[in-house]
């Protein structure tokens, strides 16, 4: 076969690739160079612990990330290049929740059935730098300290400190600079310790 019928070939694969998988007509064959399936469980942690952060309820988390993997199986516009896919996902899975809020209308139960679920030992990872957030501190205070910070602080905090990410990580998977990440965390940090100190005083 010469290099003009193995292009072909290759073409015809693609072709009934995109057809046996039903991808709409306007994705283009770089987006479907890109294994969506394997990237969304390669990103699955650290978008549950986005998602988790700003339900705070671990019932719903499972539905959100189900909501962001159909909505990033449907857009068309989906990134070419691996570099662009986490703060993609960011995105999406931050529309997924303010949608879960807009639709069930309760987060004020939600919040509250938060310290009523706190995760079992067997469910927490011991090893990560940040267990101290939901293991060490078992206090009323900083429960409810923390439920009462604002939910990005929170979420940046889960990220920080669950995840095990630095700035660079968390500045890549979230879409913003480094600086922006280092700002944010210092407030994150003065926003917990005020409120635990609201809290026992």
Known sequence: MNSESKDEFADFQRQEAMTSLSIPSNVSLEQVALDWAR???EHRRWLATVVRSRLANPNAVEDVLQEVA????????RPTKRDK???????IAVRKVINHHRVHGRQKRLLESYTRQRPSDAELDT???GSWLFKEEQSEAFQKAFRNI????RELLMLKYTEGWGYRELASHLGVSIKTIEYRLLRARESLRAAIHREEN
Do not use: T
């Open 39 to 41: 990237l969304l469980e």
């Open 150 to 153: 604002n939910s990005k602080d």
């Open 85 to 91: 896919v986490p703060a993609f996902l960011y995105r």
């Open 127 to 129: 090893r990560s730098p």
């Open 70 to 77: 159909l909505a990033v199986l449907k857009q068309s516009n």
